[in-house]
T-cell receptor, first 115, second 113 residues
């Protein structure tokens, strides 16, 4: 069964270090989302891609976060430098497109701990 | 500002009992509403997707309702099982251009034997 792949599953990093997460969406899915989920809260959209273009990144802290999807397939989310408050689950999701009734499938997430 | 409010924040029930989770939203323009189940430490899994014209949709023991006039939705779980213990998240998709999702904070459900 096709699934959204994310790596690593867990990451521990020291503050001020750089960290990167990778996401491989389901084949053929044009829309890709990155979310941040703090423990006990719902996911917060960081960035939405349509193919290789950014559709929405209004909630992305651009001074330290960057995201790219160069060939419109897999994507990387980077944090530099990491801060203690960045500790969270980072979820990637993909869908065939942004239209209504198009189901979004989530990966297992990357649990980031900044020490 | 688009918002999704869920209640209760947490709920504890006994196995076999029914329960109902609530979702109120102010997202506009409305495209569709989704309920997700998220097990601890895992990514969310879709339960239902409802459009403006749908009032009720079922998925096994899960039944979602939507009242687009009052901007309210509910998720009813029948004959709860231990495996229903999870966080249930309501997501409302705006149709304004890029179909941006707005997530609720979720309801944490614990089913005790």
């Amino acid at each position: 069964e096709a699934e959204v792949a994310q790596s690593p599953r867990y990451k521990i990093t020291e503050k001020s270090q750089a960290v990167a997460f990778w996401c491989d969406p389901i084949s053929g899915h044009a829309t890709l989302y990155w979310y941040r989920q703090i423990l006990g809260q719902g996911p917060e959209l960081l960035v939405q891609f349509q193919d290789e273009s950014v559709v929405d990144d209004s909630q992305l802290p651009k001074d330290r976060f960057s995201a790219e999807r160069l060939k419109g397939v897999d994507s990387t989310l980077k944090i530099q430098p990491a801060e203690l408050g960045d500790s969270a689950m980072y979820l990637c999701a993909s869908s065939l497109g942004p239209r209504q009734n198009t189901e979004a499938f989530f990966g297992q997430g990357t649990r980031l701990t900044v020490v | 500002k688009n918002q999704v409010e869920q209640s209760p924040q947490s709920l504890i029930i006994l196995e076999g009992k029914n329960c109902t989770l609530q979702c109120n939203y102010t997202v506009s323009p409305f495209s569709n509403l989704r309920w997700y189940k998220q097990d601890t430490g895992r990514g969310p899994v879709s339960l239902t997707i409802m459009t403006f014209s749908e009032n009720t949709k079922s998925n096994g023991r899960y039944t979602a309702t939507l009242d687009a006039d009052t901007k309210q939705s509910s998720l009813h779980i029948t004959a709860s099982q231990l495996s229903d213990s999870a966080s249930y998240i309501c997501v409302v998709i705006s149709s304004g251009g890029s179909y941006i999702p707005t997530f609720g904070r979720g309801t944490s459900l614990i089913v005790h034997p």
